[in-house]
T-cell receptor, first 113, second 117 residues
């Protein structure tokens, strides 16, 4: 069965610091990859997704993620975080042929102004 | 555009009681999902509907959980009887995609926080 690991459970940064959140998955075949974000008091929403093509995917609010197939990774990055990026971030993977997306346990990001 | 609506937002019950959650997806969205999110974990898909048919319910504990999506619009998720370990946030999401492959953008509702005492 597919598993998704988000190794950083809690990350605390100051504004303007660079961000990288790790996401690794176990299934070696074709995958669709997602990052979701949940801001305090808000609904879970899609940040970005990868299906095929350019492995560097750009999402909303200056976020990007890079799919590295050889490392089974889909890390989320942002060059300069803002206080408003404080949120819970979830990586999700949809394995080829499956209808069931598998979510990681999430990373809580706190950005100090 | 109205988002995904869920009710109630909070529910507290005692173990062995029954509970039902309601979801109204975004108008025109063919696919509807129910997730269970236990504290400290990511969402876990329970059941996925495409219109009023079930696409996947392999992770639904069918001895106590049931769900239906009548007329391909609203959906209800029921737990009967509830156990302590059912305490979680129950999320409903919908997507426009009619393929059932979960590749289309999912729009999530606010969730229902269930506490079982």
């Amino acid at each position: 069965a597919q598993s998704v690991s988000q190794h950083n459970h809690h990350v605390i940064l100051s504004e303007a610091a660079s961000l990288e959140l790790g996401c690794n998955y176990s299934y070696g075949g074709t995958v669709n990859l997602f990052w979701y974000v949940q801001y305090p008091g808000q609904h879970l929403q899609l940040l970005l997704k990868y299906f095929s093509g350019d492995p560097l995917v750009k999402g909303i609010k200056g976020f990007e993620a890079e799919f590295i197939k050889s490392k089974f990774s889909f890390n989320l990055r942002k060059p300069s975080v803002q206080w408003s990026d404080t949120a819970e971030y979830f990586c999700a993977v949809l394995s080829g042929g499956s209808y069931i997306p598998t979510f990681g346990r999430g990373t809580s990001l706190i950005v100090h102004p | 555009e109205a988002g995904v609506a869920q009710s109630p937002r909070y529910k507290i019950i005692e173990k062995r009681q029954s509970v039902a959650f309601w979801c109204n997806p975004i108008s025109g969205h063919a696919t509807l999902y129910w997730y269970q999110q236990i504290l400290g974990q990511g969402p876990k898909l329970l059941i996925q509907f495409q219109n009023n048919g079930v696409v996947d319910d392999s992770q639904l504990p069918k001895d106590r959980f049931s769900a239906e999506r009548l007329k391909g619009v609203d959906s209800t998720l029921k737990i009967q009887p509830a156990k302590l370990e059912d305490s979680a946030v129950y999320l409903c999401a919908s997507s426009l995609d009619g393929s059932g492959r979960s590749t289309d953008t999912q729009y999530f509702g606010p969730g229902t926080r269930l506490t079982v005492l």
